[in-house]
């Protein structure tokens, strides 16, 4: 079995700051990781995947996640938010067997 | 445009009634998925389907039902059975067994009355 943590819940941030979602999973096997977003009363969208390869990956909208497999880890970062980057961010695995287990979420709310 | 569309989006209903929602995809995809939404528990697995005419249960099975009787459709009916079924549902899908990408409907959100 695998479980998904989403170490931040609510994370604010000023507009054109950094910002940094953090995300560590247990699981025995190898993974697929990603990370999606959702703006309000919305369904989810893919921001980056990571499935093999080189570790740092690059996604939608200037985010990037880096996997580190010793610590179990896939952080989200974003050198320069904005406005429009306010939404919750969720942290997903597959552990090759097809079914997605997700994290609790994150809420960035980015001010001006 | 491909994708994945949700109906209704908003769904009221009362005590003791049975209710489906709709999930349709053009995408050609094999696998297809509903997922539940409650405020700060993420995103939690229903029931999936990788193939027509044959799915399985998820982490939280109890008081639903679904069908795959076509590869594009895969329906949720939320039964008298289930405790607390105000929720925000998902639907995705996606193109392999392997789930290398899902992705997602607009959702429908439930009101139980």
């Known amino acids: 079995a695998q479980s998904v943590t989403q170490l931040d819940s609510q994370v604010p941030v000023f507009e054109e700051a950094p910002v940094e979602l953090r995300c560590n999973y247990s699981?025995?096997?190898?993974?697929?990781l990603f990370w999606y977003v959702q703006y309000p009363n919305q369904g989810l969208q893919l921001l980056l995947k990571?499935?093999?390869?080189?570790?740092l990956v690059k996604g939608i909208n200037g985010f990037e996640a880096e996997f580190n497999k010793s610590q179990t880890s896939f952080h989200l970062r974003k050198p320069s938010v904005h406005i429009s980057d306010t939404a919750e961010y969720f942290c997903?695995?597959?552990?090759?067997?097809?079914?997605?287990?997700f994290g609790a979420g994150t809420t960035v709310t980015v001010r001006a | 445009d491909g994708g994945i569309t949700q109906s209704p989006k908003y769904l009221f209903r009362k005590e003791g009634q049975n209710v489906t929602l709709s999930c349709e995809q053009n995408?050609?995809?094999?696998?297809m998925y509903w997922y539940r939404q409650d405020p700060g528990q993420g995103l939690r697995l229903i029931y999936y389907?990788?193939?027509?005419?044959?799915?399985q249960k998820g982490d939280i099975a109890e008081g639903y039902s679904v069908s795959r009787e076509k590869k594009e459709s895969f329906p949720l009916t939320v039964t008298s059975a289930q405790k607390n079924p105000t929720a925000f549902y998902l639907c995705?899908?996606?193109?392999?067994?392997?789930?290398?990408?899902?992705?997602f409907g607009q959702g429908t959100r439930l009101t139980v009355v």
């Open positions: 995705a899908s996606s193109r392999d067994r392997e789930n290398t990408e899902a992705f």
């Open positions: 997903a695995v597959n552990p090759n067997d097809y079914k997605l287990s």
């Open positions: 990571y499935l093999s390869g080189s570790t």
């Open positions: 995408l050609n995809h094999d696998a």
């Open positions: 389907s990788q193939i027509v005419n044959d799915f």
């Open positions: 699981s025995s096997v190898s993974v697929y």
